[in-house]
């Protein structure tokens, strides 16, 4: 099975363990970024992974390039242009001390794609599935025309598209969110959110639901998820359910709607101490792509993608760095942590 992703591929510098920004003159140098995590998951599960981006052709670019190909993912189609590759800081909290993440991405070479300079004929030939986040829009003009163009040329090449809404207020405002995501909608097989994404990309609310309390109102939930599908298009709609309860301890689990069925899901739900939360989204949304891409019905697909997004945030970095054999004994109810011999 052939997945293309399209995004930005950050460099990500972090303080060692639970130390605050520069508490020690040390941080650490890593890669990352909503749809590279995708891609690397899809490779550590065994499908051929194409990720696509823009980098500048210098040492640091070159670096990206080659923390990909480590993973597995194919990065022959990576366009070359630019100066600088987008950066953000990333400090853990810990029990009450929330996580912080600040970007330095401003005019990264993402950035500067142009509508019309991606040839996506050949990167999508034999592709079955295209993934996107509401990430790379926000960038500019020019990724908002590309991602248009990308999943015109999937849905032409007869890929299913599924895109994460991901909405990050420091990127765009709500309304520049929703005039360039609702139109995109009408081409997207599966739609990946928290409740907060829908709310704010898509303009639906969730009623009566506090995710720092850790109220989930499941049948507002199954109504929004309908919604989007009646005034939207899509006819999967996977939200991740997250419970709060301080930056070390959260409980996880995610909800499907499936449209042409006309069911509704809730996952399994797992009591999660944090390593590192950042990334899972990202692995959630790789966990559902290969259940859906290779056959499993929605409901087991769900349940995959929940167990391999409760793995990663047990992983420091984006990546998230576990196979499929891991994934199933997880969400086939081994949850003991026992040391495998």
Request: glycine letters at 10%; aromatic letters at 8%.
């Amino acid at each position: 099975m052939k997945t293309v992703t399209f995004g930005e591929i950050m460099l990500r510098l972090s303080p060692p363990g639970f130390e605050r920004f520069f508490q020690s003159p040390v941080l650490g140098a890593t890669f990352g970024g909503g749809e590279a995590n995708v891609a690397v998951s899809l490779a550590h599960f065994g499908l051929e992974s194409c990720f696509v981006t823009r980098l500048p052709k210098h040492a640091i670019g070159e670096a990206a390039v080659r923390s990909l190909r480590a993973e597995g993912v194919d990065t022959r189609f990576i366009v070359r242009g630019g100066e600088r590759i987008g950066i953000y800081f990333a400090e853990a909290g810990a029990s009450q001390r929330a996580s912080n993440v600040v970007y330095d991405r401003a005019h990264s070479a993402i950035a500067g794609v142009e509508a019309g300079s991606i040839d996506w004929t050949p990167i999508l030939d034999g592709a079955s599935w295209f993934h996107v986040t509401g990430i790379t829009p926000a960038l500019g003009k020019g990724p908002a025309a590309v991602v248009a163009e990308a999943v015109k040329a999937a849905r032409k090449a007869g890929a299913k598209v599924s895109v994460d809404l991901n909405y990050r207020k420091k990127l765009w405002t709500e309304k520049e969110a929703q005039a360039t995501m609702r139109p995109l909608m009408a081409d997207v097989d599966v739609v990946i959110a928290n409740e907060e994404d829908i709310q704010s990309v898509l303009g639906l609310e969730v009623a009566d639901t506090d995710v720092t309390s850790g109220q989930l109102n499941l049948d507002a939930y199954q109504d929004v998820a309908r919604r989007v599908q009646q005034e939207f298009g899509p006819s999967t709609v996977a939200i991740t359910l997250r419970e709060s309860y301080s930056a070390s301890d959260n409980g996880w689990s995610a909800a499907l709607w499936d449209g042409q069925a006309g069911r509704f899901f809730h996952s399994q739900r797992y009591d999660v101490r944090l390593v590192d939360r950042i990334g899972g989204g990202d692995s959630f949304g790789a966990g559902l792509i290969y259940g859906l891409v290779t056959g499993r019905a929605p409901e087991q697909a769900l349940r995959f993608a929940v167990a391999a997004s409760a793995l990663k945030q047990t992983i420091p970095g984006d990546f998230n760095r576990v196979s499929v054999d891991e994934v199933d004994r997880l969400a086939g109810g081994d949850a003991s942590g026992r040391v495998q011999r």
